[in-house]
C-alpha cells in the first residue's frame, strides 16, 4: 500500500507542477525564440559543420549574420585570375584566435607569441636533458621531467586564452617552475630582478637538483653542453616571466581605470557578455513557460512604467535578445570603439527599462 500511495504521489505532482523540457543542441547558438519555436543548429551534422566553419574562417555560424560571414570568407580566401580562370588561395589564420568580436590582440598577443617561440625551442632541450649524477634515479629524474613540460605548455596554452588568461594561474605556474612569488603586490619591481639561473628555485631547481646540473660535475665538453641547454631553459622561462611582469597589469579584469587595455581582448570579453544577456532572455523565457504565461501571453501583456510608453514583455524581451546577439556584435565590428560606444547607451537603456519592468511587477 505504501508503494502505491508513493506512486499517487509522484502523479499527483507531476499534474501539478509540469515538468518542462526543450531541446538543447549544444552548439551556443540561440536555443529558443521570442515565439517558443526551437532556433537553428539542432544536429550532430549541423555542430560539426559549424565547428568547420569557425576554424577554418575564424567565425561562428550565425543565420541572421550573412554580411559576417561574406567578411570572414573574404579574409580566409584570396581569389586571383590566372589565365582566364579564377584560383583561389586558403590563408591560414594567425596564431590570434578570432572570437565572435575581437581576437586575442596587443599585449597578450605580444606575451602569447613570445612564450611560445621560447617554449618550441626549450622543450627539445628539456626533452635531451641527461643527469650528470651518477646515482640519479631514472624513473625520478623522468617524473620531474614530466612536471616542468607540462607546466610550461600550460602556461602558453593559458597565455592565449580568448578573452584574456586568468592572472592566477599564470602566477601559479612561475611560482611552481622558478619559485618567485609575490604577484599579489601592486609593486612588481621586486619579480623583475630574477635569481642566477644556476640558483634558480621551484620546479625547475629541484629538476637542476635531481640531475645534478651544477657546475662542479661538468667534467666534460658533453656535459657542458648538457649543462648549457638547462641554462637555456631557465632563460627562456625567465624571459617569459619578465613580459608578464611588465604586461600582467594590462590584462588584469579589474585594472586601474588608468590602464588602457587592449581592444581585440575586451572585445572578446565583451562578446561573452552579450552571450550571457541571451541565455538570460532564454531562461527567463523557460520561467515564465514553466507558470504558462507562454509566448501568446506574452505578446499581450503590458508593461506600465508611469513615465514611459507602455510596452509588452514579449516585445521587451525580444528587444533585449536581438540587441545583444545580432545588434550589439555586428554595431562593434562596423564601428569599432564608436560601436562600443554606442551600444553602451543602448544597454543602459535597456537594463533601465528591465528594472522599472520589474519594480511595476513587483508593486
Not at 611560445?116 to 634515479?137: M, N, Q, S
Not at 593559458?158 to 592566477?168: A, D, M, S
Not at 638547462?230 to 604586461?247: C, E, G
Request: hydrophobic share 40%.
Amino acid at each position: 500500500m505504501a508503494e502505491i500511495a508513493d506512486l499517487m504521489g509522484a502523479i499527483d505532482d507531476a499534474v501539478t507542477f509540469p515538468i518542462l523540457t526543450r531541446e538543447v543542441n549544444g552548439s551556443g547558438s540561440s536555443g529558443r525564440n521570442g515565439d517558443g519555436t526551437a532556433g537553428p543548429g539542432a544536429g550532430s551534422l549541423t555542430r560539426t559543420a559549424q565547428g568547420a566553419i569557425r576554424d577554418l574562417l575564424g567565425w561562428r555560424y550565425r543565420t541572421d549574420d550573412p554580411k559576417g560571414f561574406l567578411a570572414a570568407l573574404n579574409k580566409a580566401v584570396e581569389l586571383k585570375e590566372v589565365d582566364g580562370h579564377v584560383e583561389f588561395k586558403w590563408t591560414a589564420r594567425p596564431f590570434m584566435v578570432q572570437a565572435d568580436l575581437g581576437e586575442v590582440t596587443g599585449a597578450q598577443a605580444s606575451i602569447y607569441e613570445r612564450a611560445r617561440v621560447a617554449i618550441e625551442h626549450a622543450l627539445p632541450l628539456l626533452d635531451g636533458l641527461k643527469p650528470l649524477r651518477t646515482d640519479a634515479d631514472q624513473e625520478s629524474t623522468e617524473s620531474l621531467r614530466r612536471m616542468v613540460r607540462s607546466a610550461l605548455m600550460e602556461l602558453v596554452a593559458e597565455l592565449g586564452n580568448v578573452g584574456g588568461p586568468r592572472i592566477q594561474r599564470v602566477d601559479s605556474y612561475f611560482t611552481q617552475l622558478v619559485g618567485i612569488k609575490g604577484f599579489h603586490r601592486d609593486d612588481l619591481t621586486h619579480l623583475k630582478a630574477l635569481t642566477d639561473p644556476e640558483k634558480v628555485d621551484g620546479t625547475l631547481g629541484q629538476l637542476r637538483k635531481r640531475f645534478g646540473l651544477e657546475r662542479g660535475l661538468v667534467l666534460t665538453v658533453d656535459a657542458e653542453r648538457n649543462f648549457t641547454n638547462f641554462l637555456i631553459i631557465v632563460d627562456y622561462t625567465t624571459s617569459i616571466l619578465q613580459t608578464w611582469v611588465a604586461q600582467r597589469k594590462r590584462l588584469a579584469r579589474n585594472g586601474s581605470p588608468h590602464t588602457e587595455n587592449f581592444l581585440g581582448t575586451e572585445l572578446v570579453r565583451l562578446s561573452q557578455l552579450l552571450s550571457v544577456i541571451v541565455e538570460s532572455v532564454h531562461e527567463a523565457y523557460d520561467a515564465m513557460d514553466s507558470v504558462f504565461f507562454g509566448p501568446e501571453e506574452r505578446a499581450v501583456t503590458m508593461i506600465h512604467f508611469g513615465h514611459e510608453p507602455v510596452i509588452t514583455v514579449g516585445e521587451l524581451l525580444a528587444w533585449v535578445e536581438q540587441f545583444a546577439s545580432v545588434e550589439a556584435p555586428q554595431l562593434i565590428e562596423d564601428s569599432g570603439k564608436d560601436g562600443v560606444g554606442a551600444v553602451r547607451i543602448t544597454l543602459e537603456r535597456l537594463r533601465n527599462l528591465v528594472l522599472a519592468a520589474i519594480s511595476s511587477s513587483q508593486n
